[in-house]
């Protein structure tokens, strides 16, 4: 009888041990199916996390720009790359006429003074041409006919041009004075410049030199408050047998 029971209990004991590893090797097996099943589920979303950044990068991008600080005046000004943006080109636009009209308005030497005089015309309001004809009149002592006679001249550099609003521009600058071998005599100065654009007719050789109908409405012109202080030099009037210049009067501008 014992041997039975015996018997009994052993076939007893190797069913539960079947038992035990079909259940281990179901549970195994499980486990696997959910790990695959996680791995998956973070492959897919590692996946997508990357197309998403990937497709975000050309949203992006890195424009460098350098600052440039005037040694002698501390002035800083940024110099920006030009963009295809319609407020970076119109910047740039108004930057080009304006810094220009100053350097028509403030420049001069006998062999470009009719020029410059002729620009500064086709690009300032009827109000500007009037002031400027009487400044640039030989008959007005301070004219730079009368002040730099035939041989002096005087050249603008530009050192920086910002804009207090979208029509009003502030360019500095410095004025370099020669007068043969004497040393040349640099002052410093601030325009501000108001202008707009026109669509009054134009002549073609006009066109050739203002394209966009840029007018300067009120030009004022101050020595620098920021740069080091210069002395102006003295008037040098026009020896008597020199001709008197003749001066053009500007013809009215449509506003």
Not at 6 to 22: C, G, I, M, N, S
Not at 139 to 168: E, H, Q, W
Not at 191 to 217: C, H, S, W
């Amino acid at each position: 009888m014992n041997k039975k029971v015996e018997k009994q209990d052993f076939e007893k004991y190797l069913q539960e041990a079947r038992t035990w590893e079909t259940d281990k090797v179901r549970e195994s097996e499980k486990s696997k199916k959910i790990a695959w099943r996680v791995a998956t589920a973070s492959g897919a979303t590692a996946f997508a996390a990357v197309m998403a950044v990937a497709a975000m990068m050309p949203l992006k991008t890195v424009e460098p720009y350098v600052i440039r600080v005037d040694n002698s005046t501390g002035i800083v000004d940024v110099v920006e790359a030009l963009t295809d943006g319609k407020t970076n080109y119109d910047e740039a636009m108004n930057k080009y006429f304006t810094q220009w009209y100053v350097r028509y308005r403030e420049g001069y030497s006998k062999e470009l003074a009719e020029d410059y005089y002729y620009n500064v015309g086709i690009m300032s309001s009827s109000l500007e041409q009037q002031k400027y004809y009487q400044f640039f009149n030989p008959k007005n002592p301070l004219s730079p006919l009368n002040v730099y006679g035939p041989y002096a001249k005087v050249k603008i550099r530009i050192k920086s041009t910002s804009f207090i609003n979208p029509t009003v521009a502030l360019v500095r600058y410095t004025k370099e004075i020669e007068r043969g071998l004497d040393k040349p005599i640099v002052t410093h100065w601030a325009a501000t410049v108001t202008f707009k654009y026109t669509k009054a007719p134009m002549a073609e050789k006009d066109r050739a030199i203002n394209p966009l109908g840029f007018q300067v409405v009120e030009f004022r012109n101050d020595p620098d408050a920021l740069a080091p202080e210069a002395t102006a030099p003295a008037p040098a009037p026009i020896s008597a047998a020199t001709p008197e210049p003749a001066v053009t009067v500007f013809p009215t501008t449509a506003q």
